[in-house]
């Protein structure tokens, strides 16, 4: 295959073998299928940076895919650098071998269960299921860093409960709560009795009217009145708002 010109950009052949090496790079490295997408995005964002300037540097030598594979592994192991950090392994791992550093690997760096882990290395002919299990269980657990979206962090900082607010709008509310109670006891008997009735038996209107026979409209407009002397009795005492 001949060199591209510079003014030459990728076939539709061509894109689609890159496609092709991406997802396989990510199968053969295990990538999560959030991760996987991640990098086939952070692959295609890095070419067109680039112009597709791997694909004019491409001298024919070799198969196109080979080629391709070679250059999007070196891009993995840049995206894994980029999002994880340099990954070494534990001291635990270089002190009991090779195979420990690879199931150290599998399992910490690249995010695999022990069973997915043991299973790739027994594939490999690193030894048994059980002497593998035995190693794994062995090897000291790192947390991965977690990269999330713009979305996510907005979601979670709404969610967030700042306890210094909560603690002054407790605060708030139990003045409120005081200086309410302090207002209801200047209130006569029988309006005390009509607030207790609609609020701390929850009565409508309609049964207290018919609990104490008196025309319900009057009791509107009664329930009116105390309402405007409470919310009087509360400005006074400097509340203006009740806290949720």
Known sequence: MPVLPSSARPSVDELAVLA?????VSRTYRLRDADAQ????????????RDYDIFRRFDGRGSLRGYLTVVVTRLLLDWRIAVHGKWRPTAAARRSGPVAVALDRLINRDGSSVDEAVSVLQARGTGTIAALRDLADRLPRRPRRRFVSDEALIDQADSFHDPIEGREAAIARRQSQTALADACRQLDADDRRLIALRFHRSCSVQQIGRMLQVDPRRLYRRFDRTFRTLRSALRDAGITAVPQ
């Not at 092709?20 to 396989?24: E, G, H, L, P, T």
């Not at 991640?38 to 940076?49: G, N, P, T």
């Open 38 to 49: 991640d990098f086939a995005q952070s692959v295609h964002l890095r070419l067109i940076e």
């Open 20 to 24: 092709a090496v991406i997802r396989d």
